[in-house]
């Protein structure tokens, strides 16, 4: 009497799982790398510094910046109208602070260094500067308010 084992069919090799199992694996890392270069091609993320030691040499006069802004306790309140595009600052500090009659103001966004706006604004009112700004796309932004001698740096949020 012999027994028949329908089990050992020979199959053909796409009709095993195994063989596929194995192919997955590669199929799915070159997939991943062909989106990963995509995305590394589409993004600009700007430059990296050449000269580090200059830099280097910039840190202390930044800080000496910063020092005074605080030594003129110095506060600003950021307005954004997207309407008009123009952005509105309104500076308050101690009775030694003479207000100028410009200011320069960079937009840095916290992520993508393309989207940054150089913004020189004039003094309107009191303690009020205004100047032309395109529209802010949403997220993190970083402004750097500053003359020669101090700057001061704040962070705004932008909703869609």
Do not use: C
């Not at 069919?9 to 199992?21: A, G």
């Not at 910046?65 to 500076?91: F, G, H, M, P």
């Amino acid at each position: 009497m012999s027994i028949v084992n329908n089990e050992n069919k020979n199959l053909s090799w796409y009709k095993e799982h195994y063989v596929w199992m194995i192919i997955f694996f590669p199929l799915l890392a070159v997939v991943g790398g062909i989106i990963t270069t995509i995305l590394a091609i589409q993004s600009d993320d700007g430059l990296v510094v050449d000269d580090y030691y200059k830099e280097g040499l910039e840190i202390n006069r930044t800080l000496e910046r910063d020092q005074l802004a605080v030594d003129y306790q110095l506060q600003a309140d950021i307005k954004l109208n997207e309407v008009l595009e123009e952005a509105s600052i309104t500076l308050n500090a101690n009775s030694s602070f003479v207000y100028p009659e410009n200011l320069s103001v960079t937009f840095l966004h916290s992520t993508r260094a393309g989207q940054d706006k150089e913004v020189s604004m004039i003094l309107t009112q009191d303690n009020t500067y205004r100047g032309n700004l395109s529209k802010l796309s949403a997220g993190k932004w970083y402004v750097h308010i500053q003359r020669d001698d101090w700057r001061l740096i704040k962070t705004i949020l932008v909703a869609q």
